[in-house]
């Protein structure tokens, strides 16, 4: 059971911590609140989600209360193109976060996704305000969703060849509160410290697309050719034809031999 007093304990300088009973999308409530001036470090939680969403309109299944749906609320003074880096952080703290508190081995796919066993445990959606008068970020919002564990009868047929969760059946009492905790502490470990990008190279590291064939979808064009870095503005850098390609957006899917 998720519980506030024990997340909040948990989380090293505190925060404030929102729990719902259900919502429709944490992102949602989390935007209406930091546009109504609620402060960093705001944590929205939903025990269920009616219409969780990831990247590219893609809607993320969360309407069992087997996973953990949060979103943390950011001020950060940066530009826009700098949100990517919340991305990277938060792919980092969760699979750090799931080393420590499950053993399991984590590899993430560029850019927000996080796998165990080769299959999706957690995606990542940042979004952001921007105030147009500074060029900076009013807010920005990073929302996070863990499969912890599999819903009864399994996944739906739309993705249990491609999602797993992190344990079979029940899990653990309170794995939920520390797990939410572990990820919060350290996404704001490397947050406050993002001059340095520290982080680039643990995820570089956890990056399972790195030396493969890949395919980058972008729009209605397919690039086709080997992941040979990410770079530390976090681009997938691509060489195809002989050329290197930098890119700061897309789907990069690596290629079936």
């Given at each position: 059971?998720?519980?506030?007093?024990?997340i909040?304990?948990?989380?090293?300088?505190?925060?404030?911590?929102?729990?719902?009973?259900?919502t429709?999308?944490?992102?949602?409530?989390?935007?209406?609140?930091?546009?109504?001036?609620?402060?960093?470090?705001?944590?929205?939680?939903?025990?269920k989600?009616?219409?969780?969403?990831?990247?590219?309109?893609?809607?993320?299944?969360?309407?069992?209360?087997?996973?953990?749906?949060?979103?943390l609320?950011?001020r950060?003074?940066?530009?826009i193109?700098?949100?990517?880096?919340m991305?990277?952080?938060?792919?980092?703290?969760?699979?750090?976060?799931?080393e420590?508190?499950?053993?399991?081995?984590?590899?993430?796919?560029?850019?927000?996704?996080?796998?165990?066993?080769?299959k999706?445990?957690?995606?990542?959606?940042?979004?952001?305000?921007c105030d147009?008068?500074?060029?900076?970020?009013?807010?920005?919002i990073?929302?996070i969703?863990?499969?912890?564990?599999?819903?009864?009868?399994?996944?739906?047929?739309?993705i249990?060849?491609?999602a797993?969760?992190?344990?079979?059946?029940?899990?653990?009492?309170?794995v939920?509160?520390?797990?939410?905790?572990?990820?919060?502490?350290?996404?704001?470990?490397?947050?406050?410290?993002m001059?340095?990008k520290?982080?680039?190279?643990?995820?570089?590291?956890?990056?399972?697309?790195?030396?493969?064939?890949?395919?980058?979808?972008?729009?209605?064009?397919?690039?086709?050719?080997?992941?040979?870095?990410?770079?530390d503005?976090?681009?997938?850098?691509?060489?195809?034809?002989?050329?290197?390609?930098?890119?700061n957006?897309?789907?990069?899917?690596?290629?079936?031999?």
């Amino acid at each position: 059971m998720l519980d506030k007093e024990k997340i909040t304990a948990l989380i090293k300088g505190g925060a404030d911590v929102i729990i719902l009973e259900e919502t429709d999308s944490t992102n949602n409530v989390c935007k209406a609140i930091a546009s109504r001036g609620a402060k960093e470090k705001t944590i929205v939680i939903a025990k269920k989600q009616t219409q969780g969403r990831g990247r590219m309109g893609r809607s993320f299944i969360s309407s069992s209360e087997n996973g953990l749906y949060m979103t943390l609320l950011l001020r950060p003074r940066v530009k826009i193109t700098e949100c990517i880096d919340m991305t990277v952080i938060a792919a980092v703290s969760v699979s750090e976060a799931i080393e420590k508190i499950t053993n399991k081995k984590c590899s993430v796919k560029w850019v927000n996704d996080v796998y165990v066993d080769n299959k999706k445990v957690s995606g990542i959606l940042t979004e952001a305000s921007c105030d147009f008068s500074t060029g900076l970020l009013d807010y920005a919002i990073v929302g996070i969703g863990v499969n912890v564990s599999e819903p009864e009868g399994g996944f739906d047929a739309s993705i249990k060849d491609i999602a797993c969760a992190l344990y079979e059946k029940d899990a653990p009492c309170g794995v939920k509160n520390e797990l939410c905790a572990e990820i919060v502490n350290r996404f704001f470990h490397y947050y406050e410290n993002m001059a340095d990008k520290c982080y680039m190279e643990k995820y570089r590291a956890y990056s399972n697309i790195i030396g493969k064939s890949v395919d980058v979808y972008r729009g209605n064009e397919v690039i086709s050719g080997v992941c040979v870095d990410i770079d530390d503005c976090a681009n997938l850098v691509v060489e195809s034809d002989g050329r290197i390609i930098r890119f700061n957006s897309g789907d990069a899917r690596v290629r079936k031999v």
